[in-house]
């Protein structure tokens, strides 16, 4: 079968998107896949698909597949290409749009310089409902909030790290590290993502505070491994420094693609994100039918 795609970006953080607005494609998680493959296929982080508002009060559907085919419920960079995506290809005029994800509904707005901000909703800490099995474990102290034990083991790994545990739609796991560029983040991410402590796996998030304005970040992602960026990674390391007491509300996240900002008014608030989305490249790609 033929599928149009179009190749997408933000700080590095690629997508293929897929329109299903006219129909559904016969797509399994194999398909996805070779979608992702670089060598295979066209190439991602991330498979985006646009499908038609499912209730009223939203304009779109956002659907997530990760390059190993699994289905997550957020990303914000992807957030962003969908809102360029979505306007650039005349499926809808407006600059604002509501948008149905699995993890809830995101507001992505254009702006004039074509970056796009993104309204994440608020945070969730509740331990339970990120989700992270918090049974027999007792936070530590962290400035005015608390970072929880999580113990990895391993030959040359630290037996525990310290995390913050944060859900923007999806799971995050966030720690602090005195250096992103000499940070653990393959072997510590890979163990971390598939901790027995979170049922749906997690993002494992290494965060390097610079000032009160500015972090560097890198994030092991649930499903894809290191990426150039995470959006929603971004949004929880920013939240998890603003709690512990470090960061002011609003700050620039330095990744390995670009800068992100990202600003909070507090708990209860939501987040924003605003950063950079782009088209690559349009193109049709030959899939077949079955896939292993």
């Not at 399994?28 to 646009?50: E, M, N, S």
């Not at 796009?116 to 027999?136: E, I, K, T």
């Not at 790290?161 to 999806?170: L, R, Y």
Request: hydrophobic share 40%; proline share 7%; charged share 20%.
């Amino acid at each position: 079968m033929q599928i149009r795609f179009t190749k997408m970006q933000g700080a590095g953080n690629d997508f293929v998107v897929l329109d299903e607005t006219r129909g559904r494609l016969p797509l399994t998680a194999a398909h996805y896949r070779r979608l992702a493959d670089r060598h295979f296929g066209v190439g991602a982080d991330q498979i985006l698909t646009v499908r038609p508002a499912p209730a009223p009060g939203v304009d779109f559907e956002y659907v997530i597949h990760n390059a190993d085919g699994s289905e997550v419920e957020q990303c914000g960079n992807g957030a962003r290409c969908f809102a360029r995506f979505v306007r650039d290809t005349g499926l809808t005029d407006k600059n604002t749009i509501r948008v149905q994800t699995q993890g809830g509904i995101i507001a992505p707005a254009i702006a004039p310089d074509g970056r796009v901000r993104v309204d994440m909703g608020p945070p969730v800490f509740v331990p339970s409902l990120v989700p992270f099995d918090a049974q027999g474990l007792s936070p530590v102290p962290e400035g005015p909030w608390e970072k929880w034990p999580l113990a990895l083991g391993g030959p040359s790994l630290e037996a525990t790290v310290f995390i913050a545990v944060v859900s923007m739609g999806n799971p995050h796991a966030v720690q602090r590290v005195d250096d992103v560029d000499r940070a653990l983040v393959g072997a510590q991410g890979v163990l971390i993502e598939r901790h027995a402590r979170f049922p749906r796996r997690v993002n494992a998030g290494f965060m390097q505070v610079v000032d009160r304005g500015r972090i560097r970040l890198r994030v092991y992602e649930r499903g894809a491994g290191e990426t150039l960026a995470c959006g929603t990674g971004a949004c929880a390391a920013a939240v998890a420094g603003m709690r512990w007491g470090l960061l002011d509300a609003r700050v620039d996240v330095e990744t390995r693609g670009g800068v992100l900002t990202i600003e909070w008014a507090g708990e209860g608030a939501p987040v924003f994100m605003t950063g950079p989305a782009d088209t690559v490249f349009s193109g049709t790609i030959d899939l077949p039918d079955t896939l292993d």
